[in-house]
């Protein structure tokens, strides 16, 4: 069983920063691609990055790009999403998640980390 628990969120102000992290239970796979997608209240959940388990290759939304950095651990079965020059419409539940198969399928999720940004 794949268990996924985000961690880091809260407060910040327009201009700061944050960090969020996320503990993976299981075995990650070389195929795998964890991922970071966020929630604003009456919007969409949206994609936010992503980063290939065995390459190591990220990828990222616009919308983040230049500002935001993901990263993993492998000794610690984690993944992290730096937050810099954050905006007040960074605001959401931001959520955790894992593509197994590396084909664009998130399979597993976690509970989500609320960020709020205040301007």
């Known amino acids: 069983q794949v268990h996924l628990t985000e961690s880091g969120g809260g407060l910040v102000q327009a201009g700061g920063s944050l960090r969020i992290s996320c503990v993976v239970s299981g075995r990650i796979y070389s195929s795998t691609a964890m991922g970071w997608f966020r929630q604003a209240p009456g919007k969409e959940r949206e994609f936010v990055a992503h980063v290939r388990w065995g390459a190591g290759t990220t990828y990222y939304a616009n919308s983040v790009k230049g500002r935001f950095t993901i990263s993993r651990d492998k000794a610690e079965n984690q993944v992290h999403l730096q937050m810099n020059s954050l905006k007040p419409e960074d605001t959401a539940v931001y959520y955790c998640?894992?593509?197994?198969?590396?084909?664009?399928?998130?399979?597993?999720w976690g509970q989500g980390t609320q960020v709020t940004v205040s301007s």
């Open positions: 998640a894992e593509d197994r198969g590396g084909n664009g399928d998130y399979d597993y």
